[in-house]
Nanobody
Framework: QVQLVESGGGLVQAGDSLRLSCAAS????????MGWFRQAPGKEREFVAG?????????YYADSVKDRFTISRDNAKNTVYLQMNSLKVEDTAVYYC????????????????WGQGARVTVSS
């Protein structure tokens, strides 16, 4: 199973940018579609962005982040990124990266491997 470690979370103001990274190890990274999910206090975990395997030629976004967030992958570094621009207070959550072997899927249940989460707090 692949192991995932997120980094890059923090406290920012509304309108600022932040980039999350997720480093993978343990299995062949290019076998996995990758996703970013988030969970705000008292809410269910939700899909944010996804990227196809092996090369990341297709990307997918939740409507709430489209045109503000960008997902990318660097297979040479076994890393997936989430660039977050124009952050809003409602983007405050713990962000998780996840790996699903094979084709991309949006559902939480399709992902077998998860990182520990990176907290993002956006203040007004």
């Amino acid at each position: 199973q692949v192991q995932l470690v997120e980094s890059g979370g923090g406290l920012v103001q509304a309108g600022d940018s932040l980039r999350l990274s997720c480093a993978a190890s343990g299995r062949t990274f290019t076998r996995y579609a990758m996703g970013w999910f988030r969970q705000a206090p008292g809410k269910e975990r939700e899909f944010v962005a996804g990227i196809s395997y092996p090369a990341g030629t297709s990307t997918y976004y939740a409507d709430s982040v489209k045109d503000r967030f960008t997902i990318s992958r660097d297979n040479a570094k076994n890393t997936v990124y989430l660039q977050m621009n124009s952050l809003k207070v409602e983007d405050t959550a713990v962000y998780y990266c996840a790996a699903a072997e094979g084709n991309f899927r949006r559902s939480v249940g399709a992902y077998a491997a998860w990182g520990q989460g990176a907290r993002v707090t956006v203040s007004s």
